[in-house]
């Protein structure tokens, strides 16, 4: 079923009921018109933790789709999606990502935002080095007075 706002709706078999009624007469048929929204669902995305580069840049990981009906087609496509930490810094983070959109035949039936907000950490650089000593001459004068 692919998403219309408005569908004709036909109802046949129906019948009059109750005491009076023989008293009337109605059609066993009608026909009317319903409006079905689309679905609202949520789309979760996870981000990989990083090591400290000094840039804000994070990678998504995947995305689930929370809410749809499961016989149905739809899922997340982050393919063009961007994020980002909040803080460049070494810890815990907020992390943004924009740009996800919904993919599959039943997208059209449903309707999510295009963002989400996950964690993630920045770990800390390692950083690794070599401590040469300094060779000076010292002279030493003593004085006298």
Not at 7 to 34: F, H, K, P
Not at 105 to 131: E, F, H, K, Q, W
């Amino acid at each position: 079923m692919l998403f219309r706002s408005t569908w004709t709706v036909t109802v046949i078999g129906l019948a009059l009921a109750g005491t009076d009624a023989a008293n009337y007469t109605a059609g066993d048929s009608d026909t009317t018109s319903a409006t079905i929204a689309r679905k609202s669902i949520t789309l979760e995305v996870a981000v990989a933790d990083k090591t400290y580069d000094a840039t804000t840049g994070a990678t998504i990981t995947g995305c689930d789709v929370v809410g749809e009906i499961p016989t149905t087609d739809v899922s997340c496509d982050f393919s063009s999606a961007t994020a980002a930490f909040s803080d460049a810094s070494a810890g815990t983070w907020t992390v943004t990502v924009i740009g996800l959109a919904l993919a599959g035949t039943d997208a059209a039936n449903y309707t999510a935002g295009d963002s989400d907000t996950t964690s993630a950490t920045i770990a800390r650089r390692s950083v690794t080095g070599a401590i040469a000593p300094r060779s000076e001459e010292h002279t030493s004068e003593l004085q006298s007075h």
